[in-house]
């Protein structure tokens, strides 16, 4: 399968929201990569339900949601109303992780568990059976534009090592300081899914930079 790309709208023009969209409607991107933070389980607040809402109006492509907040659970069902197709929690942040992936599930949602750069993949094996994606933060969560985490590398492939053992399909996304620099890197590594956000938001041209990630 070839590798997935995933543009991050938090390095988008909000005040050209629409059209953004519209651009990555005509580029080679896969997925819309939407974070949502509260300001709690991270120092920063993004966009929530009814930006949400409001971008799957305008998006033909699946919308991978990742939620950078505390008890995601209470949310599952208002994510799956505005459109998420992918709905991705982090580890850290939920108490009981395998009620919570399969209440995403029981939504016709595809789940996600997100782990931050100090969590150790050996934890997600417990519910990886349960989880079709692991969204790995290759930058502290909660800011754009920060600098990749060298060690990242290193945790894709016992990721990947750990997946094909259990006989799974389960995919990888890397989340944070993505760039034509280490994309082929991660991707012999074992990943399957860039999310890129100022990468190709801040380009010159984000609709070359995205066909280019592609062909990586």
């Known amino acids: ?5 995933a543009p991050s709208l938090l390095a988008s023009d909000f005040a050209n929201l629409q059209s953004e969209c519209e651009m990555i409607n005509k580029s080679d991107a896969d997925w819309y990569h939407l974070d949502v933070m509260d300001g709690v389980f991270v120092p920063n607040i993004s966009f929530g339900i009814p930006i949400i809402k409001y971008i799957n109006k305008h998006t033909l492509k699946p919308l991978d949601v990742h939620l950078m907040i505390v008890e995601p659970e209470r949310y599952i ?4 109303n505005v459109g998420a197709n992918i709905l991705t929690v982090h580890i850290e942040a ?3 992780l395998h009620r919570t992936l399969q209440a995403i599930k029981q939504e016709d949602m595809k789940a996600g568990v997100a782990v931050n750069p100090h969590t150790a993949v050996e934890l997600l094996e417990p519910t990886l059976e349960e989880t079709d994606l692991v969204c790995m933060m ?3 969560p909660g800011f754009g534009g920060q ?3 060298e060690g990242t590398y290193r945790k894709v492939e016992k990721l990947k090592s750990m997946i094909v053992k259990a006989g799974l399909d389960t995919k990888i996304e890397i989340d944070g300081g993505v760039t034509s620099a280490n994309a082929r890197k991660l991707i012999d590594c074992g990943a399957d899914v860039l999310v890129a956000g100022s990468f190709v938001f801040k380009s010159e041209d984000p609709t070359k930079t995205i066909a280019e990630l592609k062909k990586i």
């Open 147 to 149: 600098a990749f985490i």
């Open 94 to 96: 939920s108490k009981h």
């Open 1 to 5: 399968m070839s590798h997935l790309i």
């Open 77 to 80: 069902k208002d994510f799956k």
């Open 138 to 140: 290759s930058v502290n």
